[in-house]
């Protein structure tokens, strides 16, 4: 049974990285706006080369109070649709951004690896993991090394599958679900295209009905006029008989 959810995240090189992730399902109002770990509520995020990397991780952001500095900060606990929604803000510096390892040629991505661990209720737990993709751009890359290979005009597969809000539903067995903001539009526009087909059927169902009604019209009408034509020639030959 899932209990994390893989979800890309992708930030420009040569900017501050802000996301939203929304938690459905865990309270975290002990570490609203808070800086340190309480009653028994954590949280705490790792960006290194792979998995299993060993050493010291390349970003380490844990709890912090401030909107403006690098962490991870619970701004707002409330209560949709009878479950608690924890709204965690995940900001990571520019100077950080700016020192994560370059990859490839000139213009490449840095592809890293990331992981979001919840603690509740003192349990540690894996909820958010996958590939964290450094963007490469045209804006603020003076600092850029010269050293790497120059770029030899191969298109270049760039993910950018990020978004900038993610949200988790924590249910009572331990399944995760993810929701990306805008879903809800994709959802309504296929729950439109099911109506309209189902209509479709419909119209196609009714239509064969009356197909079906009036074949077994005609039909009834064709042996009625069997039924007259052989009860006139009963009468012809009867006359002529006599």
């Known amino acids: 049974m899932a209990t994390a959810a893989s979800v890309p995240i992708s930030a420009r090189r ?37 998995d299993d990397a060993p050493g010291a991780a390349l970003v380490v952001l844990g709890l912090t109070g401030n909107g403006n500095a690098q962490g991870l900060r619970v701004s707002a606990v409330q209560v949709v649709d009878g479950l608690p929604e924890s709204t965690v803000i995940m900001r990571i510096n520019e100077e ?30 894996t909820r958010l993991y996958g590939d964290f993709e450094v963007l490469p751009g045209a804006v603020g890359s003076d600092a850029a090394p010269s050293s790497r290979p120059a770029w030899d005009g191969v298109p270049r597969s760039i993910r950018g599958g990020s978004t900038d809000t993610v ?21 309504g526009l296929i729950n439109e295209a099911k109506i309209a087909a189902d209509e479709a059927r419909s119209s196609a169902a009714q239509a064969a009905v ?13 042996n009625q006029a069997a039924q007259i034509a052989n009860t006139q020639q009963i009468i012809v030959d009867h006359i002529a008989f006599s």
């Open 167 to 187: 949200g988790l539903t924590i249910s009572a067995d331990e399944v995760v679900l993810v929701t990306i903001d805008g879903a809800e539009v994709l959802i």
């Open 210 to 222: 009356a197909a079906q009604s009036l074949t077994t019209i005609v039909a009834g009408l064709a």
């Open 14 to 50: 040569w900017e501050p990285c802000v996301r939203t992730i929304r938690v459905r399902g865990l309270d975290l109002t002990p570490i609203l706006n808070a800086s340190v770990p309480a009653g028994g509520c954590d949280l705490l995020l790792e960006i290194r080369v792979s």
């Open 96 to 125: 950080t951004m700016e020192s994560l390892p370059f990859q490839g040629e000139t213009g490449d991505p840095s592809v890293l690896r990331y992981g979001l661990q919840v603690t509740y209720a003192a349990l540690k737990k």
